[in-house]
């Protein structure tokens, strides 16, 4: 009889121990895309390609570059004044309008007059 219950609580923990580890293997790949998503700095990322995005999309909101941007926000910021310019014709960088005109020359208006840059 004492045989028995041996057998019976070790076959016991031996499935209850199966079914654990199951459940921490099973579904490795959708775990950690949920995790990817619900992890702050995946919110973050997401928040900034948003703003880059509504940044690109229109020529009038200011881009500004500062001496205490690092190397990469300065590259960022130049390559979306670039390609705004390249797209709509005009740029908004430093609370300055700057334009490009047909034959691809940078300028600015000053006091109506076309100041190229």
Not at 15 to 41: A, D, E, H, V, W
Request: with cysteine; charged share 30%; hydrophobic share 35%.
């Amino acid at each position: 009889m004492n045989k028995f219950f041996v057998i019976l609580i070790f076959g016991i923990l031996f499935l209850g121990f199966k079914k654990i580890y199951r459940k921490k293997s099973n579904n490795i790949k959708l775990n950690k895309f949920k995790n990817k998503f619900q992890s702050t700095q995946s919110n973050i990322d997401r928040i900034f390609i948003r703003e880059e995005e509504k940044t690109f999309s229109n020529p009038n909101i200011d881009i500004c570059i500062g001496s205490f941007d690092n190397e990469v926000d300065i590259n960022r910021k130049s390559n979306i004044h670039r390609a705004r310019l390249s797209k709509f014709k005009k740029s908004r960088l430093n609370g300055e309008m700057i334009f490009q005109d047909d034959d691809e020359k940078i300028f600015k208006l000053n006091n109506g007059r076309k100041l190229y840059l």
